[in-house]
């Protein structure tokens, strides 16, 4: 494959709102009457990056940075648990008037993670960034490059949707009421793709400048659209 000069740039970008959307998710926020994790502020934006990249570079390049983002991902959350594991310093508080421990407990409810919910969001993440990047490709060809916009939003809600179906109903069957899970389910879905639906006219901005600087407009004709294929 061909070197380009901004395709570090986005994949650093992609990986960087993937890993920040991991660590701040632990945040319930009030949107309105909604209640959504604090990482859809930033989450949807490495679907806008996935788009990019498909629509730019091509699926190959794509999957190359889809498995980056997984790997620095679990470089993170390997790094995050043995810090919590690391022997507490005695003079380590969160405040004057706090315990060793009452940082170390701060520490884990922010930063920890439960094995059930770390599997959800992994396999959520790579089916839905893959579909993601699947059907923004084969549209491209079915429209001839053309309605970049039709490609991006329905890319969008494709993936978005396998991603929240799978992370809620992974993460908190069992716990939740199914009427719960399908209602978080769907408020999910439709606020991340509404958010890139807004987000559109910075995708036209990003894209077009991408295609020029780097002369390349992919088209996946002839791609292996195997997840796991090395090349």
Same mark, same amino acid.
């Not at 061909?2 to 986005?10: E, I, K, L, P």
């Not at 606020?191 to 088209?219: C, G, H, I, M, Q």
């Given at each position: 494959m061909?070197? &380009?000069? &901004? /395709? @570090? %740039?986005?994949t650093a970008i992609f990986v960087t709102c993937l890993i920040i959307s991991n660590i701040i998710a632990v945040k319930i926020a009030a949107f309105g009457s909604l209640f959504l994790p604090a990482a859809v502020i930033i989450f949807p934006i490495s679907y806008i990056f996935?788009? *990019?990249l498909t629509e730019v570079y091509g699926y190959a390049r794509a999957r190359q940075t889809i498995w980056i983002g997984f790997g620095c991902n679990l470089?993170? *959350?390997v790094a995050i648990w043995i810090g919590g594991a690391l022997p507490t310093a005695p003079f380590w508080t969160a405040n004057a008037y706090d315990a060793p421990a009452a940082a170390q407990q701060a520490y884990e409810a922010i930063l920890g993670f439960t094995p059930r919910l770390l599997a959800a969001s992994f396999v959520a993440y790579l089916v839905g960034e893959f579909l993601n990047s699947f059907v923004l490709a084969k549209f491209k060809i079915a429209t001839s490059g053309k309605h970049l916009w039709l490609r991006t939003i329905s890319s969008t809600l494709v993936g978005q949707l396998a991603d929240s179906c799978i992370f809620i109903i992974a993460a908190f069957a069992g716990i939740?009421?199914?009427?719960?899970?399908? =209602?978080? *389910?769907? #408020? =999910?879905?439709?606020? $991340?793709? %509404? /958010? !890139? %639906?807004?987000? @559109?006219?910075? #995708? /036209? *901005?990003?894209?077009?400048?991408? $295609?020029? %600087?780097?002369? !390349? +407009? &992919? &088209? +996946?004709? +002839? #791609?292996n659209f195997n997840p796991i294929a090395l090349k």
């Open positions: 061909r070197s &380009y000069r &901004y /395709y @570090t %740039a986005v996935g788009d *990019v470089l993170a *959350v939740l009421p199914n009427a719960a899970l399908g =209602q978080l *389910v769907l #408020t =999910q879905w439709l606020f $991340k793709s %509404a /958010y !890139e %639906a807004l987000a @559109t006219p910075l #995708t /036209y *901005v990003v894209v077009n400048f991408l $295609k020029r %600087a780097e002369n !390349e +407009d &992919y &088209y +996946d004709r +002839d #791609t």
